[in-house]
């Protein structure tokens, strides 16, 4: 049998595959299929690179057109017309119609390659190595990255002490009524506080490992203010809130803020490519040639399917008010399923942003029950917070409202089934 | 003009199309081409990441014929047919056959994610932070790998001080007839020579970016000898010299050993696109669930090329025989080259394994001369080296043998104008 | 002239010479006299290293005698019968009545040594690197305790970034009502807080440097409390608040807790020589022999008079009880000197511990300013907190209630003059 | 028994008194006498503190004159008398003879705080973090200076990853006709073998824990030389080398190189007493005010003594002369132990500078069984070396010639007893 086999070759790092121990095959926009036949519905969609769903027809015929005609594929970060189309997509469809005047950098095809790029070059620009990041945040694992992330499972196994970061309270994290940007400000002002002098913050307007938790509009306004007063850059890693996720394309949208640096990966390509961007204020352009590179950088296939999905999605506002509205169902659904726990005697809240969300049930126990009967009743849904405590919705952004609506059902049958 | 939108647009930060200023289109087998029909052959093959050729039809079917059934295109990691049948290729054609008992994990698609992953469980399986890497040694520039990685420009734009890598000299690196394995023996046997005890030590068995050095057979079995003596484990940095560049599938077959740790990468998925793996012996497995994540681990279209890469070719030795029968054609036409550049009073040296050589010309102004020339002659080829002295031939090792003639005619050509 | 001399051969890294650029010769009690006869109220005691006054002649007669009969007076860390009756005093006067069962470590003769030698051991034991720290605080600037150290003008020059230290708000720093260790609780019960898991928490009772800012009892019990429930040790960095400073021998006796470390060094000889002590739980002294050292490890004058000092002063508690006496007449004034400060319009307060109190004028600038004049009217005073806007009082503890009033005095008038 | 309450109160940590293990009370010039009237000769002098001998007489009377009028013991960095007259002594004695225009930094009173402040100093000048160090080289412990220190009992006890040291080969590390500074060359020279471009090389003249092996004189001129064409700065560390033990005040003079920085401490004060200082070019001392600080810095008492010790021993050439008379003395009684020892087939070797000398007997269980049958037999002397393989000399300078011949012949019929 397949399984035994996985358990012999593949190494103990493996994840998913622990919580849905099946052997999939084929996908289609919020649907996956295995290799009996079975189909599930997606909420988790590669963890929010399938923001546009599997196989995306329209996508999926521009990529294999590419394909077929024999263009190239990979070129290095040498001038291509797939990179010329892309720039001019993302320039089109996002630069100028939100007012930024972005450079774009393409690092190595994965988010932490992008955030590795982005603290690197903020570290350069002002002369300090310092990065301001926050509780629960989720950054990546490479040892750069890792430095902004705050997952113990991941830095305890970093090898080496992680160097660069220091952790500040994300919004919310001490409750109520309490701006944790006075803690910063605080720390900021006071020059024997400990904390040298940071170079940027990186922020998640989303925390997506962390438990959906969301910044407020005001709170992420009053942090980029912050930066501005401190000389500090505001770094938004958008891997995961971001290509229309909560809403809008940029998860930053909300706030009314224009950051310094932008980071974009996951759903970038639209097509579940690797792929990943660094987007910054054309005067923080202050590389010289080649002092960050990558094989993959500037993925040609991923650049197609990418520009493509900027065309077909982003070129009026229909996609993101059908984001908000999908978003709002999920929402309605969630607060029921909160309501339904606090019925049952487990404080549950529902939190997240557009079509990012979830219900923080408490406990990872729970919440691993949960989603384990949600996937044998045929859904496909993921936990995320520091406890594993928080059941989170990352469906595809294409889903159809039935679809919601049946996985809406599946959680909750699941909550009657385990908790009694 | 499209040249003045991209210096508009993109960071400066890029390389390659400085040293090829033109617009690529399209690509076939060891050719590209560019937007206006002009013809160059491809000396560079994606640093190395495109062994079989750019666009190869058997693995482009494959591929077409993957995503045209709406088969799974990104899984995180979870278990796809896809995986399985590349697991199985993997084992079939390269493990059995080789007498390695490995396990496979699929980091990020990138040799720098590879790397960071090969580290990060060195030092966890040891319980120390130190890794030995050699002079020129390249290995990423994620901040994990960079502490291995030899270069400045990159090193000097960490923005903190790399921590965990210690390095000692490669074979050769001191000249002639002084084997560098004695300095390394004697600041491990001497417990005040300042040297922290290294979990491991990590090299390239050809060097690419440091200039085509290569590890004798005896220097890598002795480096294999002390690594266990000194209970340090080896990882062979595979992401360059592997995938057959050599001659064999491994580059580190040549010298017989088996090392602890693998990391493969660029040509990996045989198509270009970005894949990864690290294989480890089975009982350094000692990862826990997760320890070590990433978005696009697991990349299906690049397990499906990399799988029928594997099948087309290496289930016999013919590959091997003719990637060996090549090596020898460009080594004599590179060793001609250095003859040509010594008349002129030039010292010039060949050196190089399989189809992986260069030409060391001895200054990189010089060096990039002969390639801008050779770029005007239809020639794509870069230098490398630490100052970039080195004239480096990655073809692709489907080439045929008239376009490596061509390709040596126009490098004489090159020597020619530009050395009088 | 002699001023000139100094500046030509001195390094600028000079600061005391600065606030009170005068040519000092001797010095007696609680005064210090010039060269050209003026004398002065010394309130500053070599930041707190002259507890028992300048040249005290009991300590005085004990090491001429030392010095007259041809003793030893450097012995690196072998024994001699002055580390014996150095060992004995402690045990007998300060350990035993107190109910400690604490070894012995003499490191360098610093405190800066003793606080490396405290978080070396305490990531030896629990085998993690991280140590928490508090804002404000000051261990030292030798690099390992300076990661611990708050200050910005050190840690800015360390030159490389300081690792294993992560800063926490100090009890009051968040204002009125907010207990900062719900904090650090919090954190530490979130395994994605990106806090490290510490080895210790390094904590002065009252902060020094930091301006005289004074923790709790509650604070400290509940901080001792997280410690052990977390497996955490507790050093109290005890080097300026100790030895009597606070009215007690240890500062941490007023809030009855037993740390697990305790770091001694600037009044533990009693007479202004260099010496410090790290003092462990029997059961922490899990060092190997020569696992740290240092030359001046035991120095043998110090220990004479540090046993001297100990059987003069801390026989029975009518030192204690006289520091306790002398610290209210102290804290009197100085929140005298507050309330006139608030009369004219400037928001002043007075805050510390026994004879270890400061007023916080609310700037440095204004603090300079009363420093200023009080030193032309013949009183030797500092300032300390972030800002420098604290006007602290650290005068010997057997200083005469007479200089006490005639110091405050020269304060009243200093404020009378510097703030209209 | 005093061993047992030693044993009980007193860190593991201790060392020199698992090899002496009495009570010593008194000592006279090279002579140690312990509680039950047995006498020493003195071979170790506080690992080279006590140049001038135990307790010298006109050493004594100066500083007992200066404690018995009641001048200033502890005075901060403030400006003394007794500073005035060191720098002057300084600057007369040292300084104008030898042609050397530095400025003086008194930092905390030990030999380490001198190394940290030296390559905090280098940091900040150069904007570089890294610092050569040199195989076997000692420069102290605290975490900035165990940076630069090989020693892997120290290392490997530090807790976290010791940052900004990278170690090249001593000079005759490679054994007899290697230039090790070939190796150094190679690599600066070279911006991909994986040396940080460094700040500074820290070496000392002849290595004292390393096992007295000496840098020659054309060796140390090229390293000066290398420096200065790789804009680097060269700190002499002279702790344990310097004050006449080498036969020339400071070690360097040999080789008639001027370093940019220089670190002294142990015989310093001249009597045993803590004291440091930083010497460096006029034009390096590029401190701000108070950027380097410690409670102890310019210890009264040491500079008072060490004053009297540069006028007595220091305004003419006739101590340097003595010196170097004695040295050939233990020169020649330490080759012919060597030889004594080869006669007996152990490959012993002399080697060393003045009175700074060692036999290298080939392990260290030899030369614990030599030191161990000389301290029975009235001879304290201690042993140095990677592995303790070195029977060392650091008698004091003032030893008088029948000292010197009697601890030769119990080094002698120490030989002949364990060796037969």
Not at 33 to 61: C, M
Not at 62 to 80: G, K, P, Q
Not at 373 to 394: D, M, P
Request: charged share 25%.
């Amino acid at each position: 049998m397949q399984t035994e086999y996985f358990e012999q070759i593949e190494s103990n790092v493996r994840t998913y595959s622990r919580s849905f121990p099946t052997l999939f095959t084929k996908a289609r926009g919020a649907e996956l299929e295995t290799s009996d036949g079975k189909r599930y519905i997606d909420f988790l969609a590669g963890a929010g690179t399938l923001n546009y769903g599997h196989n995306h027809p329209v996508l999926k015929e521009a990529l294999i057109r590419y394909l077929s005609e024999d263009n190239i594929v990979h070129a290095l970060d040498m001038w291509t017309e797939a990179k010329f189309d892309y720039y001019k997509a993302v320039e089109e469809k996002l630069l100028k119609p939100r007012g930024l005047d972005y450079k774009i950098q393409l690092p190595g095809p994965t988010g932490t390659n992008a955030v590795e790029a982005a603290i690197r070059l903020a570290r350069k620009i002002k002369g300090r190595h310092n990065i301001v990041a926050f509780t629960n945040g989720f950054h990546g694992v490479t040892l750069g990255a890792l430095a902004t992330t705050g997952n113990a499972k991941f830095r305890d196994n970093a090898g080496v002490p992680l160097v660069g970061g220091t952790f500040m309270p994300y919004d919310g994290y001490l409750g109520e009524g309490i701006d944790t940007l006075d803690y910063l400000e605080k720390v900021l002002g006071d020059s024997s506080s400990g904390l040298d002098h940071p170079a940027a913050a990186i922020v998640e307007v989303v925390q997506g490992e962390g438990g959906t938790n969301v910044a407020s509009a005001p709170w992420l306004r009053r942090l980029a203010e912050i930066c501005q007063a401190n000389d500090m850059l505001l770094i938004i890693d958008d891997i995961q809130a971001g290509c229309g996720r909560t809403g809008k394309f940029f998860s930053f949208e909300h706030a009314g803020i224009k950051p310094d640096i932008v980071t974009n990966s996951k759903s970038l390509s639209g097509y579940g490519l690797p792929f990943a961007q660094v987007l910054m204020r054309r005067e923080l352009d202050q590389w010289g040639p080649g002092q960050y590179n990558g094989t993959f950088r500037g993925h040609s296939p991923a650049m197609i399917t990418g520009a493509k999905a900027l065309e077909h999605f982003w070129s009026d506002d229909s996609f993101e008010l059908e984001v908000q509205r999908k978003g709002e169902l999920v929402k309605q659904g969630f607060q029921e399923l909160a309501a339904r726990l606090r019925d049952k005697g487990i404080d549950a809240r529902e939190r997240g942003l557009g079509l990012m969300r979830g219900v923080d049930v408490g406990s990872g126990e729970l919440a691993d029950k949960i989603t384990g009967a949600a996937f044998e009743k045929g859904l496909v849904i993921e936990t995320s917070g520091h406890a594993g405590q928080v059941v989170k919705c990352l469906c595809p952004l294409v889903i159809e409202d039935q679809q919601i609506a049946r996985a809406l059902d599946i959680l909750k049958d699941s909550v009657d089934q385990v908790v009694r």
